[in-house]
């Protein structure tokens, strides 16, 4: 990755060169910005990094300068400075400033780099989409591409839920309006009335229209972001990596509780977000007499002798506080009924809702 430094002071130039280069970090150094604005015009650079005080300008004029540049209009602009006076910190930021660092900072300067950096690696990912416009989908697709994502691609949502009932993604990304007889809001709507994980697949949402009743409608349809067109490519790859790191952060974290509590020795079920069985353990079938296949995809009442009403009052309680402990009537699948312990607790997912709920249970003993 190449770093451009528009710095004149020497010292400085020697010790944040040496520093990158440790890091990996290809440093391009400029004293003035004639020449910062010459080296962007001759090489690309993925970082720019300049002082405040220039022998030929100041570096919230030169960042204005480049922000005129197309190839530069969303390029990270770091300007070093000491200034503390908010006035001219904002004046700084309107005038395309990403971040401030003052030169002392240079570790952490380092670290901002750094994290850049793997937000923008490859992103080894399956990704379905669906456009209906030939243009936009063949410069979309090689975009992602151009990022190391795998891309199905369809013009219309009937054949895109054809094929997402036989593949796994982890991402959906789907233009609204499409030709045919499904639209991009049938094709989630559709997607969100599956069980289990691949109904929690994330969905981008791609649209031309940009007021906040359209945006409230797609969030409430199960849409997890959207994106307006026309599409920019920093925001558009920005909002994909965020939505596929963070479901997959959500299944690996539904994963490690499921491999720990498989290991249990208390009866242990996993259910969805509806409240319906997803899986158990061999302690779970000991208690109740009824095996995974049996009790998937049923409520918790298939296995309790209490009221629906008691049931209802302890999801009730999940739901508002996060857990619920006490003491359950469990029906053997033999007819006869047996007293347990019941903790309820749920996992919300990347967006803050709750996707899971986890049950441990095991016999009373008074």
Known sequence: MKVLIVDNVKLFQVIISNLFASHDLEPVMQETGHGALAALNQEKIDVICISMYLPDTDGIVLCQKIRVLQAYQYTPIILFTAETNPESLKKAMSAGITEIFDKQDIQQLVTYIKRFTTQHQSIDAQILYIEDSISQRAATIALFKSFGLTVTD??????????????????????IVLEGTMNGIALVNHIRRLEGQKGDTPILAVTGFDDISRRIELFNLGVNDYIIKPIIQQEIMARIKNLIASYRSTQEQIKLISTVLENSLEGVFVAEYNKTIRSVNKVFVEITGQTGREV????????????????????????QQGSWQGKVLIQHKSGQTCLTWLNLFYIKNFQGTISHYIGRMHLYRA
């Open 154 to 175: 369809f013009s219309n949502a009937e054949d895109a839920w054809d094929n997402f009932l036989k593949h796994n993604y982890d991402l959906v990304v789907t233009d």
């Open 296 to 319: 998937k995809g049923k409520s918790l009442l298939s296995i309790m002798a209490d009221e629906s009403n008691a049931m209802n009052t302890i999801w009730d309680t999940v739901d």
